[in-house]
């Protein structure tokens, strides 16, 4: 069973840059695509990054693309998340997600196709 754990948030300023880190244990990430997602107080989970099992395909939510990108590393088994030009509404807990399937050719945005999840880690932007 794969565990996820995040690492990497904290408190930076606007026009700030982080680095999430998402590493699994038990069985091998690297045949699962793994989507980021982020929860603000009183709002809904929604998706932040995704990426397909082998790297090749990656998807972003509107509100972050060119700010945000995400990597893997599958020897590492860690999926990456860099945060620059941060700004305050980016502040949330960012938790990463396995996909229920494996090796599916797409990344899904759907918090539903997801069902190992990390503990998440907060990430907060002041101005």
Do not use: H, M
């Not at 990463?96 to 990344?107: G, K, Q, S």
Request: net charge positive; proline share 2%.
């Amino acid at each position: 069973q794969v565990q996820l754990v995040e690492s990497g948030g904290g408190l930076v300023q606007a026009g700030g840059s982080l680095r999430l880190s998402c590493t699994a244990s038990g069985r091998i990430l690297g045949s699962y695509a793994v989507g980021w997602f982020r929860q603000a107080p009183g709002k809904e989970r929604t998706f932040v990054a995704g990426i397909n099992w082998s790297g090749e395909i990656t998807r972003y939510a509107d509100s972050v693309k060119g700010r945000f990108t995400i990597s893997r590393d599958n020897a590492k088994n860690t999926v990456y998340l860099q945060l620059n030009s941060l700004k305050p509404e980016d502040t949330a807990v960012y938790s990463c997600a396995a996909d229920r399937l494996r090796r599916r050719t797409v990344v899904d945005g759907t918090v539903g196709e997801y069902d190992r999840w990390g503990q998440g880690t907060q990430v907060t932007v002041s101005s």
